[in-house]
Structure formats: structure tokens, C-alpha cells
């Protein structure tokens, strides 16, 4: 059952998604964060890197190779997952991989990462400034020619949402299986925005109907742009929404919960909620980091605390382990 949004919408099958995740991703329960408590596990989304961006790139690779593009451009953090993900993703499609990065708080994850995005051949662009390695990326002279395909920050762009709307529906369907209760609450990590995106849209044409609690990560603007915040986050499922073209109507985003105080200092910074969420996760089998899943999964156990009804933790971060050649094992 690897798109079921493809059987639930036939016009979306000429967007032909490559499979590169092993579909569904398992739920698992959380039993010690309380009976009610389940996860889902894109942490093992696909091999050899899992994690939300494999959902993504599937619907991104055919739309590269339909534009025929040798080379793609990317964008993200220092250490960024996404980068990682789609350095991969280039180095077996022997296709070039750049990547403009701006700073982020060093870690333990972010040299691992620096260290596979380079051994798997991408290029990184480092710049001292989201707006600086930003301009890098919008004003690469690539846009004026052909076989560049620009990818935006997190993988995210309009086919991309569309990996978090089949997930969505691909739980349903583990739900009408009987694996997992319907959730009444959802928790993820919003960054870029896709991910939960998706997952409004899928929301709504699943009939699951649960509250999706985003879990802000970065800062909401740049000047006079979006980053991360829940108006963009609103226009990327609407974007989504007309490409299944579905009726204007009947798009809602009342189960929109956008949260901004976990976030911390900003982007990348550890908070001590996130740190003690990251024990808790390890102790109940979760690989969590401080970026992402350990703010949402802050967020998570603290709702699960003042709830009693179904809540799940969608598990963005990859947990299978990154292989580096020997000379390129960074130190902590
Ligand atoms: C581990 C992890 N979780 C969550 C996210 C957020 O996903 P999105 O960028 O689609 O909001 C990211 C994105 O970079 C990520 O790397």
C-alpha cells in the first residue's frame, strides 16, 4: 500500500512517485508515556537514510528527471537532514549535488551529517546567514539555465506536500486495520512546512480528523518573508489541496494547533525540555535530536500528560545508522 493517494486520486498517478521508502512505516505504542500513546515511525522510512525526507523525495525525483536536470540546488542548515537526504538520493542517481547552507549551533548530528553530505560527493556552499545563503540559492545563475532543479530548504515544495497527505492516508488505513487507535492528537516538528502540510490535507480526505499540533523549530520570518509559520503552512496545504482539485469549499485548516514555545533561542538551539525529551525518547526507543524531534517530542509528552484520548508522535528523524568512510568519522 505505498500511495494510496494515487488510488484515491488517478489524475495524481501521472506525477509517477518512485518508490524509495519501504511503505507503511510501522506505529508502534509508547506504553511508559502512557497507554494512549503510539508513534510513528518514519525514523525507518527507508534505507540506507529513513526519516521524513524519503516521503518527500519520492515525489521529487520524477519531477528531476522529468525536467532532466543534472544537478540539483539545494538549501539548509550547516547540518541539515534534508541535505543529507538529498546528497544521497544524488549520489545514486549520479546526479551533482550543491547545498547552501547557513549557520546552525554545532552538534554531535551536524558533523555526522557535514561529513555523509560531503563522502556522498555534494557540494557545500557555506554562508554566514540564512538571508546570504538564501540570495545564493534564489539568485544562482542556474535559474537561466537548463538542467538545474532548485530544491528548496527541508525538500519541501508542492509535490513534496503531497508525501505527507498519502502518509496521512496510509495511516488511516493502519487505523481501519486495527493496529493503532484513530488519533484525537497528532504531534510534529514543522520546519519548512511540508511535512505538516501534507498532513492537514491528508487530514481532512482521510476522515481522521485528529488535531495536528505543529511544533515550530524555526524562526516565522526573514524580513518580509515566511519561514515558519502557520500562514505559510496554511497556503502549502492549499497548494496541495487545488492540485488534488478538490473543491475550494471544503478546505479547512481548523486542525491547525501551531505552537512557538518550544522552540528556544531559535533554529538549532537546545532547549532543556528538548534535551530531557531526548532521554525519555531513548528510553522508550525513539532516536530523537535537538533540532527537530526533540522539541516536538517536548511537546508530545507533555500533552500526553493532560490527555487521556489517543495521541501520536510522528518520528521525523532517521534512526538507521550513518555510514561514514573511516577518515571521515568526525569527533564529538
Ligand atoms: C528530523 C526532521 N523533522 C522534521 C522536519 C520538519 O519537516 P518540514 O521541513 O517538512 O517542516 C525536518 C526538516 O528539515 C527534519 O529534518
Redesign the pocket.
Known amino acids: 500500500m505505498g500511495w494510496p493517494l494515487l488510488e484515491r486520486f488517478p489524475a495524481v498517478q501521472a506525477m509517477a512517485p518512485v518508490a524509495l521508502c519501504d511503505l507503511p512505516t510501522p506505529v508502534s505504542p509508547l506504553p511508559d508515556i502512557g497507554t494512549h500513546c503510539w508513534a510513528k515511525r518514519d525514523d525507518v522510512s527507508a534505507h540506507p537514510y529513513g ?3 524519503l516521503r ?1 523525495l519520492e515525489w521529487v525525483l520524477p519531477e528531476i528527471r522529468r525536467q532532466q536536470a543534472r544537478r540539483v540546488i539545494t538549501l ?1 542548515a550547516t547540518g ?3 541535505g543529507l537526504a538529498t546528497a544521497l538520493l544524488c549520489q545514486r542517481e549520479q546526479l551533482d549535488c550543491h547545498i547552501f547552507t547557513f549557520p546552525q549551533p554545532d552538534s554531535p548530528v551536524v558533523r555526522r551529517n557535514r561529513a555523509a553530505m560531503r563522502a556522498a560527493g555534494a557540494i557545500l556552499h557555506d554562508h554566514r546567514s540564512l538571508l546570504s545563503a538564501a540570495l545564493g540559492w534564489y539568485l544562482h545563475p542556474g535559474r537561466l539555465t537548463k538542467g538545474h532543479y532548485f530544491l528548496y ?4 515544495n508542492p509535490v ?1 506536500t503531497l508525501a ?1 497527505a498519502n502518509a496521512m492516508l496510509e495511516l488511516k488505513q493502519q487505523v481501519d486495520a486495527g493496529l493503532c487507535p484513530a488519533p484525537r492528537d497528532i504531534v ?11 498532513m492537514l490535507v491528508g487530514n481532512l480526505i482521510s476522515g481522521l480528523n485528529s488535531r495536528v499540533h ?1 511544533i515550530q ?1 524555526a524562526q516565522d520570518r526573514l524580513g518580509p518573508f515566511s519561514v ?1 509559520n502557520a500562514r505559510l ?1 496554511t497556503h502549502m496545504a492549499r497548494q496541495a489541496w487545488q492540485q488534488l482539485a478538490l473543491p475550494e469549499a471544503d478546505f479547512r485548516t481548523d486542525s491547525l494547533h501551531w505552537h512557538d514555545r518550544y522552540l528556544g533561542p531559535g533554529y538549532g538551539h537546545p532547549t532543556a525540555a528538548s534535551r530531557d525529551a531526548i532521554t525519555t525518547g531513548q528510553a522508550n526507543g525513539l532516536t530523537l ?1 535537538t ?3 526533540g522539541k ?1 517530542f517536548a511537546a508530545f509528552c507533555e500533552l500526553a500528560e493532560h490527555t487521556s484520548t489517543p495521541c501520536l508522535f510522528w518520528q ?3 534512526s538507521q545508522p550513518v555510514t561514514l568512510p573511516a577518515n571521515d568519522t568526525p569527533t564529538d
Request: hydrophobic fraction near 40%.
Open positions: 526519516g521524513n525526507k518527500k539548509g541539515t537532514n534534508a530548504a527541508g525538500c519541501s513534496a505527507y510534529v516538528a514543522a520546519g519548512s512546512g511540508a511535512t505538516v502540510a501534507g505543529a523549530v515558519c503552512v535530536e533540532t527537530y524531534s516536538a521525523t528523524f532517521n
